[in-house]
């Protein structure tokens, strides 16, 4: 048996294949979660859990004469959200989630205002 009591961690940079992205499902999303993952045993969170889903609008049809118990039901029990993902991290990964996700933000508004320079900021 390997006695492993003295491990050593050499680490090495290699580079990342995101190639399985030209075939990976991009689905929609317009509902967010984040939550703190349960404690261990040393009272720390488990990481942290991302959830990602879409709620569709309820089919709430002008002059539908169901259309007033539908609003009542859905004021009651609101909008299942259907799960499209849900991701588990550290919280260092979290902190470079947050900074691609700031990074892509930009990138979008400076390529918004690119393409349509007449609009303004509120607008794009």
Not at 38 to 50: Q, R
Request: proline share 8%.
């Amino acid at each position: 048996m390997t006695d492993v009591t003295e491990a050593s961690v050499q680490q090495i940079s290699v580079s990342l294949d995101w190639s399985d992205t030209e075939s990976a499902r991009a689905g929609h999303v317009n509902q967010a979660l984040g939550q703190l993952g349960p404690p261990g045993p040393d009272g720390l969170p488990d990481g942290i859990y991302i959830t990602v889903g879409v709620a569709p609008p309820p089919p709430l049809i002008e002059g539908d004469p169901a259309r007033s118990k539908l609003l009542e039901k859905y004021a009651a029990v609101g909008v299942k959200v259907n799960v499209v993902s849900q991701f588990h991290m550290t919280r260092a990964m979290l902190n470079e989630f947050i900074e691609m996700l700031q990074t892509t933000a930009s990138a979008y508004d400076a390529a918004v205002k690119s393409a349509s320079p007449g609009l303004s900021d509120s607008e794009g």
